[in-house]
């Protein structure tokens, strides 16, 4: 006996140590399986050493061998569990080899020893070794027979019959004969002093259920229960009282349990909390009730959130099971407040979760497609599960969300769906669920916002919510090139322009090939800021066409640089009709002086200042306007503009404004000199235009310095010719025919000019040589024989002048002989002197005939008078009278010649129409008259013809 | 004496030189260009003007700057309008500025088709030229502002005055004439005729002239001179001295004459 119990102590100790061995990690195991083995087999190498063994050594051996068996059943057992583990498939006869090995090397080795000695003392003990290696490690079915031989060869009541005769309980018990078990333990249950006895009262218990024995089998575990108090048993209390509580309830003796348990366990939780399982599952409501209770009053002080949690988990079980709809809700709402471990949580995920459905299911069923009516309240409870269901899974509120916008949905209520749908997929986005439900909850949306039948505008705001999401989700998808395009429609019927810029740029980043379509739409977006007269946005679209970002070609660009130009300046253009130019100008200046505004339009507007500015007759400013703004446009723009300027320019002239057109044509000249075929017109505009203030000086600059820009200048030189003479400019006018070596270009007309400017300075006699000089630099054959007429003329005219001066003077004493050769002497000087003058009449300058018809006339007249005015002194009166008559006669020939003089002077001037120079002197042969000069002021009697028919 | 006399005439001439000649005709009856030229109405007549002819009056008045103003603000709708730019014409030829109303004279000239209205921006065209002195081309004006219309008389009294300040009687004797046959009570055409009388020598018809002009236009400087140059060259000194004393004396041009010939006068009586 002593040792089977060492042996079986040695055993225990082993399993233990190995037990507690398997508990490190693989390295120490092995390493202490080998020193175990090594152990062994140090024992077995000593046994056989002994040659002749007693059945006491090799029953030892026999033991030794047992142990093996247990150790290389550990081992491969690990080895198996590995593989396992890895997903590789091994039969259990290969995975155990050695074992199943050395279990047969032992098996034969004891029924050697048995045969060897086969009365020997450790007869039971073999057979019965030979029982539980059967039962542990082959499976060979051999556990029976070795059993009852084992019990066969032990004494009764000894050790090892009870051992064998325990062993065979409970092999009948786990073979399911609990008759045979029940048979077997009723013949050993009185052992008390087995320290398993609270095993065996457990197991025996069992077998007293199984054949309806309830009564005893309670009262056995019971027993067991109270043993395992004691220290000498081992302590079965656990797995009794899970048994237990399971007894009562088959048994029907729930009251009976309770009692039980709230007596002898100290920490009763566990066991009514089981127990409560139990009457549940059985159909006793209210004693799960009670059991919950009670339960409820008795958590473990250092478990008790757990237990709690626990128990609410099993109520939520119980009160579904049991159709409590009130007290399951209060329950699963109660869950998502109290603490939860990881698996609690998910186990009330999965209860709520289930519950969830199969209410989804009967609402589903339950609506009425015909009237819409469903179970508000069940819907509402429905919500609410899903809401705990978002708290307790947080991760995958997202979902639970969408399946409260599913169920709504589903019995059409399509507002609130839609709400939930968007919850759905804000929190999806946010913390992604485990399921991917982005797609569904969007066409959620949608259909909700479809069955929704909102009001125009909220509709429009759920659909900018829908596109805006669709396209935060999937911008590049390619259903997304039309919703950004819808997106964008909305805003635009909305007018809102920041969003429909960020809704084009959107489409623009994930379309960037769709050219057409971006410019559309951005022309949609122009369209309307051209509606609102919205003259600030349209040039900031303006701007965006001309940096090319939209690939406009550039005539549309133009289009909308003048559209935006028509609507800036169309209030401006309105001020300026109702007479308030200088608002209209400052309104101008503002868009000039703004950057946000294009080019195009910032030099439209400052051009518009110069124009209102000539309006206004400002033509310093119009001009200075003109010039700043006239740089900024291109090529093809200025000559657009220089048409306008021209048209300016004749307007500043038709508003009797000449300074400023005429700086408006020397600008174009300034901006268009190469052009030189097209400027003769402003060229000579410009020239005019300062002539007509007679602004010489000017005039003549503009000409000298942009000849240049013109192919043919005779029209200006002659224009500025006959301006210079018209306006009494002689000295320019010699300086600029000099200047230009104009003398033979213009000849004709200098021609005529200069003759008219000698015979106007003719009175003086530096001007007439001056002038002179200019007339022989045109080499003019008519006006050389005039200068040589003039001449001799002029000397002519002295000498006559002379020989009038100095009269015969008569003396004291008349001497007629002297006096008569005096006076013919005279006479024939005064003749040839005139015959001279007569002579030049045949020049033909009638300017110089008229002179000469005025010279002769005076001489003559002055002869006559003198002659007339001879009286002789110291004469006799007769003589005297006589003389006079004969002096009379003489001086009414030269009168008469005088008068003819004259008359022909006349006539000559009315044959020919001729209008005398103002230098020549009147001569009417009247004293007082060619005194006075009495002349008719032209100039001051005509008459300006105003009444027109 | 007679120097001081003189000097100090001279000094109050000067002053008053800038009054001109005061043409102004106060009774329809004596302007036988009274259909046709504002330059001889008066202010008074000139007010009553409207329409279209209230701007040139304004000129006439010497209120340029006005004028000037009220053509601004009409040219708009009256761009094409060939009297709009006559009278604008005429407008700065009265003002003295002669080459702009060449210019605006010569857009009426090509904007025109009507000859009444060609004679007269000829006729205006004639008168700055005239001013300038540009006789020729102002002779030229005139006949083409008379080929256009040869019943205008205004046209046909301007080269007549040319003529007569250029001593060319006989030619401006052929158009006062059928002037004054035609408007026998027009001051200016019987002071004309009076003037080329004197010239000639005539005085007996130059008289005749000069009495068929009333009292009040015979005091005029410029008539007034002549007259008494008729009187003096006819021998009667007193009257001639006393036609020179109800001369106003205004226009330093004839005043200066005034004074030579009354020089001329007294020297002639002492002796």
């Not at chain 1, 018990?173 to 006895?197: G, L, M, P, R």
């Not at chain 1, 408006?664 to 901006?671: A, E, K, M, S, Y």
């Not at chain 1, 042969?925 to 005509?942: E, F, Y």
């Amino acid at each position: 006996m002593k040792p089977i119990v060492l042996f079986i102590l040695f055993n225990f100790i082993f399993a233990q140590t190995v037990h507690g061995q398997a508990k490190k990690k693989d390295t120490s195991k092995i390493t202490r399986w080998q020193y175990l083995l090594k152990l062994i087999e140090e024992e077995e190498k000593t046994i056989n050493m002994v040659r002749r063994k007693t059945d006491h050594l090799l029953y030892r051996q026999f033991e030794l061998m047992t142990e093996k068996i247990k150790l290389y059943k550990e081992k491969e057992n690990h080895a198996f569990l590995e593989m396992s583990s890895k997903g590789k498939k091994i039969t259990r006869k290969k995975a155990f080899t050695q074992t199943l090995n050395r279990y047969e090397k032992t098996r034969k080795f004891g029924i050697k020893l048995l045969k060897r000695y086969p009365r020997t003392r450790y007869k039971a003990a073999i057979y019965h070794t030979l029982a539980l290696n059967s039962r542990d490690y082959a499976y060979d079915k051999r556990e029976l027979r070795y059993l009852r031989l084992a019990i066969q060869s032990a004494r009764k009541k000894s050790e090892i019959w009870y051992l064998s005769m325990t062993s065979l309980a409970e092999y009948h018990y786990n073979n399911k004969n609990y008759k045979n078990a029940v048979s077997i333990y009723n013949q050993v249950i009185d052992n008390t002093d087995d320290e398993w006895h609270t095993k065996n009262l457990y197991n025996y218990g069992w077998c007293l259920l199984k054949t309806h024995k309830f009564e005893k089998a309670i009262t056995s575990l019971e027993v067991g229960y109270k043993l395992s108090f004691e220290t000498k048993y081992i302590d079965f209390r656990e797995q009794i009282m899970q048994s237990l509580v399971s007894f009562y309830v088959i048994g029907k003796q729930i009251k009976r349990g309770i009692n039980f348990v709230m007596k002898y366990d100290k920490t009763p939780y566990t066991a009514l909390a089981r127990f409560a399982r139990k009457t549940s599952e059985k159909g006793f409501f209210d004693e799960t009730e009670q059991l919950i209770d009670l339960a409820q009053d008795n958590f473990d002080p250092k478990e008790k959130i757990e237990q709690l949690a626990d128990l609410r988990l099993f109520q939520f079980d119980f009160y579904n099971q049991y159709k409590r709809e009130k007290k399951l809700f209060n329950i699963a709402k109660e869950l998502t407040v109290i603490t939860l471990n990881d698996y609690q949580k998910e186990e009330a995920i999965r209860k709520i979760s289930a519950k969830s459905r199969d209410e989804q299911i009967i609402i589903k069923k339950d609506f009425d497609k015909v009237s819409s009516s469903y179970d508000v309240a069940r819907l509402s409870s429905l919500e609410s599960y899903f809401e705990f269901l978002s708290v307790l899974d947080v991760k995958n509120e997202a979902m639970y969300r969408f399946f409260t916008a599913e169920t709504l949905y589903s019995v059409k209520e399509y507002q609130r769906a839609l709400s939930s749908y968007k919850r759905a997929l804000e929190t999806q986005m946010k913390t992604p669920s485990q399921m991917d439900l982005n797609k569904k909850a969007v066409d959620g949306i949608f259909s909700s916002i479809e069955f929704s039948q909102f009001p125009k505008e909220r509709e429009k705001d759920e659909l900018v919510y829908a596109y805006t999401k669709f396209l935060q989700l999937w911008p590049k998808e390619k259903k997304a090139f039309v919703i950004h395009q819808k997106l964008f429609a909305i805003y635009l019927s909305r007018k809102d322009h920041k969003n429909m810029e960020i809704a084009l740029s959107a489409l623009i980043k994930n379309f960037p090939k769709k050219g057409e379509t971006h410019r559309k739409l951005f022309k949609q977006r122009m369209d309307l800021a051209i509606k609102q007269d919205n003259a600030y946005l349209l040039a900031s679209l303006v701007k965006t066409m001309q940096v090319g970002k939209f690939g406009f070609p550039k005539e549309e660009t133009k289009k909308a640089e003048v559209i935006l130009a028509n609507l800036l300046f169309g209030k401006f253009q309105k001020l300026n009709r109702e007479g308030k130019t200088e608002e209209a100008i400052a309104g101008y200046k503002q868009v000039f002086f703004n950057n946000h505004y294009p080019k195009s339009v910032k030099s439209e507007a400052g051009f518009n200042i110069g124009i209102l500015y000539t309006d206004l007759n400002d033509s310093a400013k119009s001009v200075k306007w003109f010039k700043k703004t006239f740089p900024l446009f291109n090529n093809k723009e200025k000559k657009i503009k220089r048409v306008f300027l021209e048209k300016m320019a004749k307007r500043s002239a038709l508003l009797q404004d000449f300074l400023n057109a005429a700086h408006i044509q020397r600008l174009v000249l300034d901006n268009f000199c190469h052009t030189k075929k097209q400027n003769i017109a402003n060229f000579q505009q410009a020239i005019s235009f300062d002539l007509a203030n007679d602004y010489v000086l000017r005039s003549l600059h503009t000409f000298k310095s942009y000849k240049k820009c013109v192919e043919d200048t005779t029209a200006t030189e002659a224009s500025i010719i006959s301006h210079l003479f018209r306006n009494g400019h002689s000295g320019d006018l010699f300086s600029f025919v000099e200047d230009y070596k104009l003398s033979q270009k213009h000849k004709k007309v200098l021609v005529d000019y200069y003759e008219r400017l000698f015979w106007k300075n003719f009175s003086d006699k530096g001007s007439r040589n001056s002038i002179g000089k200019y007339i022989k630099a045109l080499h003019d054959p008519e006006l050389n024989a005039m200068l040589t007429g003039v001449k001799e003329y002029l000397v002519t005219k002295d000498a006559l002048e002379d020989l009038l001066e100095s009269p015969i003077e008569l003396g004291e004493v008349f001497n007629p002989q002297k006096f008569n050769v005096d006076l013919n002497n005279r006479i024939s000087q005064f003749a040839k002197l005139t015959q001279r003058q007569g002579e030049l009449l045949s020049i033909g300058n009638p300017q110089l005939s008229l002179f000469v018809y005025d010279q002769l006339a005076l001489s003559l007249s002055a002869l006559a008078s003198e002659i007339r005015n001879y009286h002789p002194q110291g004469v006799p009166k007769e003589m005297a009278a006589q003389f006079s008559k004969q002096m009379n006669i003489v001086a009414a020939t030269f009168s008469k010649q005088s008068q003819s003089n004259l008359s022909s002077s006349e006539r000559f001037m009315h044959k020919y129409e001729l209008l005398s120079p103002n230098s020549r002197k009147l001569t009417t042969g009247n004293g007082i008259l060619d005194v006075i000069q009495l002349r008719m002021p032209a100039s001051i009697m005509a008459n300006t013809f105003d009444l027109e028919k | 004496m007679n120097v001081i006399k003189s000097l100090l005439l001279l000094a109050l001439f000067s002053s008053c030189a800038h009054k001109g000649l005061e043409k102004s005709l106060h009774s329809s009856r004596l302007d036988g260009l009274r259909h046709e030229s504002l330059n001889r109405y008066t202010n008074q007549d000139l007010e009553g003007l409207k329409g279209a002819f209230k701007s040139i009056a304004l000129c006439h008045k010497g209120r340029y700057n006005e004028a000037f103003s009220q053509f601004k603000q009409d040219l708009d709708t009256n761009q094409n309008n060939p009297v709009y730019w006559n009278h604008l014409g005429t407008c700065y030829y009265l003002k003295g500025e002669y080459p702009k109303a060449l210019i605006y004279l010569e857009i009426s000239m090509k904007l025109t088709k009507k000859k009444k209205l060609l004679a007269a921006v000829y006729n205006n065209i004639g008168l700055v030229h005239l001013k300038q002195g540009n006789l020729p081309e102002a002779k030229a004006s005139f006949k083409l502002s008379i080929s256009n219309d040869k019943y205008a008389k205004t046209p046909r009294y301007n080269l007549a005055q040319l003529y007569l300040s250029r001593t060319n009687f006989n030619s401006a004797k052929q158009i006062l004439e059928k002037l004054a046959s035609q408007k026998p009570n027009d001051v200016d055409f019987n002071y004309s005729l009076g003037h080329l009388y004197l010239m000639k020598k005539q005085y007996i018809k130059a008289l005749s002239k000069f009495d068929r002009i009333p009292e009040q236009y015979r005091k005029r400087d410029d008539v007034a001179l002549n007259l008494a140059t008729t009187f003096h060259l006819m021998g009667k000194h007193e009257e001639a001295l006393k036609t020179l004393d109800s001369a106003p004396k205004t226009t330093s041009n004839f005043a200066l004459q005034q004074v030579e010939l009354r020089k001329r006068i007294e020297q002639k009586l002492n002796k």
